[in-house]
């Protein structure tokens, strides 16, 4: 299954959450809600997740193995970072 597009919604306030993400597989199925955060050893994704009765988080939608998580989580990481560079020019553009 591929990832045939990535969305990346920017986080401007201050805090570990830098961007919520949408993915669209084989132009087919949207999943939304996929964070990207800001941890001790770098950014990384957290999937879409709802809060259960006992005060637990449970994803809604994840990846089945590690070799698709490291898979989506570089294609979400790689978005980020050109939407960021994107944000970056454009500031730099309207402060000259």
């Excluded at 964070?35 to 994803?59: Q, W």
């Excluded at 560079?85 to 553009?93: A, G, K, L, P, Y």
């Amino acid at each position: 299954m591929n990832i045939t597009d990535v969305r990346v919604r920017k986080i401007t306030k201050e805090g570990k959450m830098k961007a919520v993400v949408s993915i669209t597989l084989e132009n087919e199925f949207v999943v939304h809600d996929i964070k990207v955060i800001e941890g001790e050893k770098g950014l990384f994704i957290a999937m879409p997740s709802k809060k259960t009765n006992d005060g637990e988080y449970r994803d809604i939608a994840h990846p089945i193995n590690s070799e698709t998580r490291e898979k989506m989580q570089s294609m979400i990481l790689d978005a980020y970072e050109k939407a960021m560079e994107t944000s970056e020019e454009e500031s730099q553009e309207v402060s000259e």
